[in-house]
């Protein structure tokens, strides 16, 4: 029905509209928690993501790209290298929780005559395994060519004492050539 202030409005040119819901369970009802959830979701991805906002250059991607690009790079990630790495990771870990609680223990025993000389040495142990951890991986491709650099030499000898025999040999036929 109408008011009474709605009809006295009348005579001064307003229109006035009035929206209605028709029922409870309406399609727009039930979309806008919907759309919140996609709007979360997209917001989470757009934190693990990237904003596609920012100007570098991966950012002018789309969130389906990058996610795409992500999904590609784990496929080419190998499980079982990644668990060898976590392994010596861990032996490293023990080993440097091993040299500091050595170290600790060391300093705290300061009554004794030389503890600190046993630390300075220790921590002197301790900064050199931390600069060789970093040719730790090379050591096994470093020993299998020290020892084909072994075997070429070993052969290398071979050939100069076949080569000096050669030689010899060819010196006494020159010989007995030149006496005939």
């Not at 009802?29 to 100007?55: N, V």
């Not at 969130?63 to 790079?73: G, K, S, W, Y």
């Amino acid at each position: 029905g109408e008011s009474k202030e709605g009809s006295d409005n009348v005579g001064d040119g307003k229109i006035v509209y009035e929206l209605y819901r028709a029922n409870a369970t309406s399609s727009t009802t039930k979309t806008i928690p919907r759309e919140i959830q996609l709007e979360e979701r997209l917001r989470r991805l757009e934190l693990a993501m990237g904003s596609s906002t920012t100007t570098n250059n991966e950012s002018t991607k789309s969130i389906l790209e990058r996610i795409n690009e992500a999904e590609r790079l784990t496929k080419e990630v190998d499980a079982k290298q990644i668990e060898k790495l976590a392994s010596k990771a861990k032996v490293v870990r023990a080993d440097l929780e091993a040299a500091a609680r050595a170290k600790t223990k060391l300093a705290s025993k300061s009554n004794t005559t030389g503890t600190k000389e046993d630390a300075h040495t220790v921590s002197a142990l301790h900064s050199q395994l931390v600069e060789l951890e970093g040719i730790s991986g090379h050591l096994p491709a470093l020993t299998v060519r020290l020892v084909e650099l072994s075997q070429l030499h070993t052969s290398a000898a071979e050939f100069a004492s076949r080569l000096t025999a050669a030689e010899a040999a060819v010196g006494r036929s020159e010989g007995v050539l030149t006496s005939v």
